[in-house]
Nanobody, 123 residues
């Protein structure tokens, strides 16, 4: 059974930092791309960043470039999202997802999802 477990969310003041973790089990980690997505109630899920574990290629949304960094520790089957200079508009539930056919910017193309972790940035 494939499982993705996110952790690291919480409440932080604007300008602060959080590091999210996504630990996968039940799949061959190196063969998958991992994406981070976020969603605010009433709005569509949006892509934040993704990484291909096979070649390390990363992609970022314009809104987080220069502030967020995605990285992967293949030995731990874990992908991290380091979030710095957080803004109130970063407040959302953050989800990680795995895709077996390379990275995609479209959440509908991912195969497996975590349960989500809440990130709240106060002004």
């Amino acid at each position: 059974e494939v499982q993705l477990v996110e952790s690291g969310g919480g409440l932080v003041q604007a300008g602060g930092s959080l590091r999210l973790s996504c630990t996968a089990s039940g799949l061959t980690f190196d063969d998958y791309a991992i994406g981070w997505f976020r969603q605010v109630p009433g709005k569509e899920r949006e892509a934040v960043s993704c990484i291909s574990n096979s070649d390390g290629v990363t992609v970022y949304a314009d809104s987080v470039k220069g502030r967020f960094t995605i990285s992967s520790d293949n030995a731990k089957n874990t992908v991290y999202l380091q979030m710095n200079s957080l803004k109130p508009e970063d407040t959302a539930i953050y989800y990680c997802a795995a895709r077996g056919e390379g990275s995609s910017w479209f959440w509908t193309e991912y195969d497996y999802w975590g349960q989500g972790t809440q990130v709240t940035v106060s002004s």
